[in-house]
């Protein structure tokens, strides 16, 4: 019987660790997980993790230089860096120093959450180095391979994938039971509070028009969690000052998005990944028009996809049907596996006796202003080693950093239960320790 292969997976927030572990089982299906969290600001609660759907312990947290330090140590066959660019340029430097020839390293797997409209080419080069780069679509593969042969950098780790957890049974017609419409919110899509404090209304507005609906507004996290992005002003805060109140067939509601999309008969959004995973179903779904479509919002990503309307509309009966070529191309329906092609790349890859060392399109002499300062946040030095005492806090330091983490966790809840208008100062400094 063949040894089941070991995976790392290290992610950065509860979204990531849900697209780092189920890709990990599509791309490895039989394997032995171990999962990491890398200590900042976004690291998840217990409740976060659970309500992502992925089953198993709770990973370790650990710093980037200890993350290495393990990969170093232990055999691990493929590793998913499921973090935010600038994380995963310095986990791709710290394995260049760790194998600076060739050898028997692990794979190194990297890719995007969901939609891609903001950062393009600053993402994908400081994703640059690792052995696949997946992109969720045709239309994203294109658009990776595209950055990468603009500026002379091999494209050939760009692999055509899909998002990993599009799943779930096709939609069916509410019938006897209620009609659900979902408003699935973002944290800091928009980010005035006007303009959330908008949606909010005309979610409650759609709740009070049709008394026979019921209104659920799925959200992120609670108060004192933090997710990939900040979220200053949450909708909890603002369903408590709403005139009146929300109406009794309008609430707010938590949960893993694929359970709650079970019982969903339209989808509402600005541009959150959920309006893939509910056109995948074939659920009807809109994007959000009512403040403009806009890059700065991402819903400009959803030209063509027919599903582009406003509260108006839905106030009216309006139910958005996704455009078959548009789902196509994003990847969101398809025949055959999309992940065949990412498999046969891995496993050529593990038949190798040796693979080269990585090789960022950033270094020294292409970025030598920016990378340095991408490495030392997470307290590397410009070649990829770790800085003196950044692999190994002492007991004391350690215990000390949890303490401050707690009291400013408690900080921040404090600052959303008592109306704080500007919590950020806290929350970055959460994300200093």
Same mark, same amino acid.
């Given at each position: 019987m063949p040894e089941r292969k070991r995976v790392a997976v290290i992610a950065d927030s509860d979204t990531r660790w849900k697209w780092g572990a189920l890709t990990a089982r599509r791309l490895v299906p039989d394997h032995q997980l171990a999962g990491f969290l890398l200590r900042g600001r976004a690291t998840p609660t217990a409740r976060q993790l659970g309500e992502v759907g992925v089953q198993g312990d709770r990973p370790t947290e650990v710093t980037c230089a200890q993350f290495l330090s393990e990969i170093g140590r232990e055999h &691990?066959? %493929? %590793?998913?860096? @499921?973090?935010v660019g600038g994380a995963v340029q310095a986990v791709l430097h710290g394995a260049r120093a760790l194998w600076p020839? #060739?050898?028997?390293r692990p794979v190194l797997v990297t890719g995007y959450v969901g939609v891609v409209y903001e950062k393009l080419a600053d993402g994908l080069l400081l994703r640059h180095g690792a052995d696949l780069v997946l992109a969720n679509s045709r239309h994203d593969a294109e658009r990776f391979r595209a950055v990468y042969e603009g500026v002379g950098a091999d494209a050939g780790a760009v692999t055509e994938t899909a998002l990993p957890f599009l799943?779930? @049974?096709p939609y069916e017609p509410a019938g006897p039971r209620t009609h659900t419409v979902v408003f699935a919110v973002q944290p800091s899509v928009p980010d005035s509070r006007a303009d959330r404090a908008y949606l909010l209304e005309r979610a409650a507005g759609h709740a009070r028009l049709h008394p026979d609906r019921e209104v659920l507004i799925k959200l992120r996290s609670r108060p004192g969690e933090h997710t990939t992005h900040l979220e200053e002003q949450p &909708? +909890?805060?603002l369903a408590a000052r709403l005139p009146g109140g929300l109406p009794p067939n309008c609430r707010l509601v938590y949960g893993n998005m694929g359970e709650v999309l079970d019982g969903t008969?339209?989808?509402v959004t600005v541009s959150s990944t959920a309006a893939l995973e509910s056109l995948h179903r074939s659920i009807p779904t809109a994007v959000l028009t009512d403040l403009g479509i806009r890059e700065a919002l991402g819903n400009h990503h959803f030209l063509?996809?027919?599903c582009l309307a406003s509260w108006d509309q839905l106030d009216a009966g309006l139910l958005p +049907?996704?455009? #078959?070529?548009w789902l196509a191309a994003q990847g969101v329906t398809g025949d055959g596996d999309p992940y065949a092609a990412a498999r046969a790349k891995i496993d050529g890859l593990l038949g190798e006796v040796r693979l080269p060392a990585p090789a960022p399109y950033y270094t020294l002499t292409t970025a #030598?202003? &920016?990378l340095p300062g991408i490495l030392a946040r997470q307290h590397l030095a410009p070649d990829g080693t770790p800085l003196p005492g950044a692999v190994r806090e002492p007991a004391g330091q350690s215990r000390l950093r949890r303490r401050l983490r707690a009291h400013l966790r408690d900080a921040a809840r404090g600052a959303y239960r008592h109306g704080v208008q500007r919590v950020a100062p806290v929350i970055r400094r959460m994300g200093e320790l």
């Open positions: &691990y066959d %493929v %590793v998913v860096l @499921a973090l020839e #060739p050898a028997g799943g779930g @049974a &909708y +909890q805060r008969d339209l989808l063509g996809s027919g +049907q996704g455009d #078959p070529d #030598p202003r &920016y």
